[in-house]
């Protein structure tokens, strides 16, 4: 795991170019502490730029950049090669020789043998890279399949700039950012700016599986080598065949390779546990596959309604982990807020990268890589929102539209805290793990989708913060997305969509930047084993039913994980892996967030209507509606505006 930044002067008029490549690395030293390289062509004005965090090869063998034998190849490259065992053999059985261990040599060996386009659909991992090819006069940028790896880009005044985040970008001389409006609705609306877009009018990002090629005149054209469009409808097309339980046989085998393969590493690695059942799952067939303890690590916290350290506690204790855990205090977690807008660059609206951040910082203490779950809420149908939407849809569907939208009035007329205190007695009786938090505030969501016309629209809708973002937007247009464009698949189910819909956008948007971000700022590798595209392959061609029965999500993990811990210590309601932000915002974070959104500071800078949004911060004070997601949403805008 490392971190790549660089450019390229089409014009050839950058001087000093080895102390503004420098100025570039330091901006990311954290993604890369142990080593640091550069290579420079002034006549072709190129700079490319590598920080290392030592994983695979610790001997400067491993050192990039790195140049190809034949001397055609640079490339500097972020991220790990899982199958780099499996292609060094094949390139050793056709003679090609090694100088040392590092997956970087196999990929400059792939490169030169396939080309880079036929050359990056062999490599299986998480990676974003640079390439720059001296005969054909190219610069290649290319990024991993679902996106686990960033890669930022922006052309500013006849140079490329390029770099796994971006400030590096921004310490060039050529930066010249200016905000975008159309991105900043989508920030509003999505918590996150949806790739290709950047929060900067010149600023771009590479998309996951795909590879942009710069040419010497400035020219860009984009290969998308994978699709998991293409996936989804192939996995719908050529369905696994077999029992359920040959199937889940099949699913785990996969499973314990795709781990074992990511468990090779020459530092200490280590685990998160959060007690649900992908971390559990990860672990479990971590530990089945291990000669000594796995190091585990779980962060608490003393609110109960967002703590659940005791039940990862439990899975450790079962599975024979050595676990680490942390109790966080109010002060600890809040503490992090003012870091927020350094390590994420762009505006980032999830709440949950407080905790993210911390449980990295404490598992790097004791370990250089760390494996997660993330990918099996996108894989195994395991948020709420699919079983409910499928339900919610197929009771909505058959009813007249006027009859909808009366009855969508109807409850939008009754206030959220007022449906609070209707729901109460009947929430007070039924198990913890049946009640539903803000049920206020989910029914007004719930009436507002009565009204739509389409399943994307409904979809579109559970997702978004700010809808429309013009309720508080000065003077902007949303511009459409590909989740608002939606693929033509007629052949899939309306959780599958959905499915994809998340997998495609708010897994590498959202989820994948907040986990990069936080590991990386402290020098932690995070591997998802559910993402290797191999992985991803193999799920979508497993039943539905073996992701969501009876309105229980995730069958097949569930079916796994009953071979290594017993079911009462996974059985229970999804938590989230979240922060009281709704009480710290009445309460200690209540004159940092007034400061940030007073109407006067609003109204200079320009970019939001500030009577609106006093409204709905006066609307969180005084408990009538929890605007604690929109407001967090707008508060990490404005921190980072006034970074």
Same mark, same amino acid.
């Given at each position: 795991?490392?971190?790549?930044?660089?450019?390229?002067?089409?014009?050839?008029?950058?001087?000093?170019?080895?102390?503004?490549?420098?100025?570039?690395?330091?901006?990311?030293?954290?993604?890369?502490?142990?080593?640091?390289?550069?290579?420079?062509? !002034?006549?072709?004005?190129?700079?490319?730029?590598?920080?290392?965090?030592?994983?695979?090869?610790?001997?400067?063998?491993?050192?990039?950049?790195?140049?190809?034998?034949?001397?055609?190849?640079?490339?500097?490259?972020?991220?790990?090669?899982?199958?780099?065992?499996? /292609?060094?053999?094949?390139?050793? =059985?056709?003679?090609? &020789?090694?100088?040392?261990?590092?997956?970087?040599?196999?990929?400059?060996?792939?490169?030169?043998?396939?080309?880079?386009?036929?050359?990056?659909?062999?490599?299986?991992?998480?990676?974003?890279?640079?390439?720059? $090819?001296?005969?054909?006069?190219?610069?290649?940028?290319?990024?991993?399949?679902?996106?686990?790896?960033?890669?930022?880009?922006?052309?500013?005044?006849?140079?490329?700039?390029?770099?796994?985040? #971006?400030?590096?970008?921004?310490?060039?001389?050529?930066?010249?950012?200016?905000?975008? &409006?159309?991105? #900043?609705?989508?920030?509003?609306?999505?918590?996150?700016? +949806?790739? !290709?877009?950047?929060?900067?009018?010149?600023?771009?990002?590479?998309?996951?599986?795909?590879?942009?090629?710069?040419?010497?005149?400035?020219?860009?054209?984009?290969?998308?080598?994978?699709?998991?469009?293409?996936?989804?409808?192939?996995?719908?097309?050529?369905?696994?065949?077999?029992? $359920?339980?040959? /199937?889940?046989?099949?699913? @785990?085998?996969?499973?314990? &390779?795709?781990?074992?393969?990511?468990?090779?590493?020459?530092?200490?690695?280590?685990?998160?546990?959060?007690?649900?059942?992908?971390?559990?799952?990860?672990?479990?067939?971590?530990?089945?596959?291990?000669?000594?303890?796995?190091?585990?690590?779980?962060?608490?916290?003393?609110?109960?309604?967002?703590?659940?350290?005791?039940?990862?506690?439990?899975?450790?204790?079962?599975?024979?982990?050595?676990?680490?855990?942390?109790?966080?205090?109010?002060?600890?977690?809040?503490?992090?807020?003012?870091?927020?807008?350094?390590?994420?660059?762009?505006?980032?609206?999830?709440?949950?990268?407080?905790?993210?951040?911390?449980?990295?910082?404490?598992?790097?203490?004791?370990?250089?890589?760390?494996?997660?779950?993330?990918?099996?809420?996108?894989?195994?149908?395991?948020?709420?929102?699919?079983?409910?939407?499928?339900?919610?849809?197929?009771?909505?569907?058959?009813? +007249?539209?006027?009859?909808?939208?009366?009855?969508?009035?109807?409850?939008?007329?009754?206030?959220?805290?007022?449906?609070?205190?209707?729901?109460?007695?009947?929430?007070?009786?039924?198990?913890?793990?049946?009640?539903?938090?803000?049920?206020?505030? &989910?029914?007004?969501?719930?009436?507002?989708?009565?009204?739509?016309?389409?399943?994307?629209?409904?979809?579109?809708?559970?997702?978004?913060?700010?809808?429309?973002?013009?309720?508080?937007?000065?003077? =902007?247009?949303?511009?459409?997305?590909?989740?608002?464009?939606?693929?033509?698949?007629?052949?899939?189910?309306?959780?599958?969509?959905?499915?994809?819909?998340?997998?495609?956008?708010?897994? !590498?948007?959202?989820?994948?930047?907040?986990? $990069?971000?936080?590991?990386?700022?402290?020098? /932690? @590798?995070?591997? =998802?084993?559910?993402?290797?595209?191999?992985?991803?392959?193999?799920?979508?061609?497993?039943?539905?039913?073996?992701?969501?029965?009876?309105?229980?999500?995730?069958?097949?993990?569930?079916?796994?994980?009953?071979?290594?811990? +017993?079911?009462?210590?996974?059985?229970?309601?999804?938590?989230?892996?979240?922060?009281?932000?709704?009480?710290?915002?009445?309460?200690?974070?209540?004159?940092?967030?007034?400061? #940030?959104?007073?109407?006067?500071?609003?109204?200079?800078?320009?970019?939001?209507?500030?009577?609106?949004?006093?409204?709905?911060?006066?609307?969180?004070?005084?408990?009538?509606?929890?605007?604690?997601?929109?407001?967090?949403?707008?508060?990490?805008?404005?921190?980072?505006?006034?970074?």
């Amino acid at each position: 795991m490392c971190g790549i930044a660089g450019f390229w002067d089409l014009t050839s008029a950058t001087s000093d170019a080895e102390a503004v490549l420098h100025r570039m690395m330091e901006a990311i030293r954290h993604r890369g502490p142990d080593d640091s390289g550069q290579w420079l062509d !002034p006549d072709s004005g190129i700079a490319l730029g590598h920080r290392r965090l030592s994983i695979l090869d610790l001997s400067p063998e491993g050192h990039q950049p790195m140049v190809s034998v034949s001397g055609r190849f640079i490339l500097i490259y972020n991220g790990e090669i899982y199958n780099f065992c499996e /292609l060094r053999q094949e390139e050793e =059985a056709r003679g090609t &020789r090694f100088r040392g261990h590092s997956d970087t040599e196999i990929m400059l060996a792939v490169f030169e043998r396939y080309g880079v386009v036929e050359g990056t659909k062999r490599l299986a991992g998480m990676f974003a890279f640079v390439l720059w $090819d001296r005969v054909e006069r190219v610069m290649h940028l290319g990024r991993d399949r679902i996106g686990e790896k960033p890669l930022y880009y922006a052309l500013c005044k006849g140079t490329l700039l390029f770099g796994s985040e #971006l400030k590096s970008l921004k310490v060039h001389p050529a930066w010249n950012g200016q905000i975008d &409006r159309g991105s #900043l609705a989508l920030y509003l609306r999505y918590n996150y700016v +949806p790739a !290709p877009r950047g929060i900067y009018t010149e600023l771009r990002k590479l998309e996951p599986a795909t590879i942009l090629t710069v040419s010497v005149a400035g020219a860009m054209s984009t290969t998308t080598y994978w699709s998991l469009t293409e996936v989804v409808q192939q996995g719908m097309e050529t369905p696994l065949s077999g029992s $359920d339980d040959e /199937l889940v046989d099949q699913l @785990e085998a996969r499973l314990r &390779r795709t781990i074992a393969e990511e468990m090779l590493a020459d530092v200490p690695l280590g685990a998160f546990l959060s007690g649900g059942i992908d971390s559990t799952t990860v672990v479990a067939l971590m530990q089945a596959q291990s000669q000594r303890p796995v190091r585990t690590f779980t962060i608490g916290f003393q609110d109960e309604s967002y703590n659940e350290a005791q039940h990862a506690r439990a899975i450790a204790r079962h599975l024979g982990t050595a676990h680490t855990e942390l109790y966080v205090t109010p002060e600890q977690a809040r503490a992090v807020i003012p870091k927020l807008p350094m390590i994420y660059d762009e505006p980032f609206g999830d709440s949950s990268e407080i905790p993210t951040y911390l449980v990295a910082q404490m598992a790097r203490q004791h370990v250089t890589v760390a494996l997660s779950g993330d990918g099996g809420d996108e894989m195994f149908a395991g948020y709420e929102r699919y079983s409910l939407g499928r339900r919610f849809w197929r009771a909505l569907a058959p009813i +007249p539209m006027w009859m909808r939208r009366g009855a969508g009035k109807a409850i939008q007329s009754v206030s959220p805290s007022a449906w609070e205190v209707l729901l109460a007695p009947a929430q007070r009786g039924l198990p913890l793990r049946f009640r539903v938090p803000l049920a206020g505030d &989910r029914l007004h969501k719930a009436a507002r989708i009565l009204s739509m016309s389409s399943p994307d629209t409904m979809y579109r809708t559970l997702v978004s913060n700010w809808d429309p973002p013009s309720e508080i937007l000065l003077d =902007a247009d949303e511009p459409g997305t590909w989740l608002s464009a939606g693929p033509d698949l007629p052949r899939v189910s309306l959780v599958e969509r959905m499915m994809l819909f998340d997998s495609r956008t708010y897994l !590498p948007d959202d989820i994948l930047v907040k986990v $990069d971000r936080a590991s990386m700022a402290v020098s /932690l @590798e995070a591997r =998802a084993p559910f993402l290797d595209h191999r992985v991803v392959e193999f799920v979508w061609r497993l039943p539905l039913r073996l992701k969501l029965r009876g309105g229980r999500s995730k069958w097949a993990l569930r079916a796994i994980l009953d071979r290594y811990v +017993p079911r009462a210590l996974v059985e229970r309601r999804k938590m989230g892996f979240g922060v009281p932000i709704d009480s710290w915002l009445r309460g200690p974070l209540r004159e940092w967030a007034e400061s #940030l959104l007073a109407p006067s500071r609003l109204r200079e800078e320009g970019y939001f209507d500030p009577e609106m949004v006093w409204c709905k911060w006066q609307q969180h004070q005084s408990g009538t509606r929890n605007r604690q997601y929109p407001l967090w949403n707008l508060l990490m805008f404005q921190a980072w505006l006034s970074g």
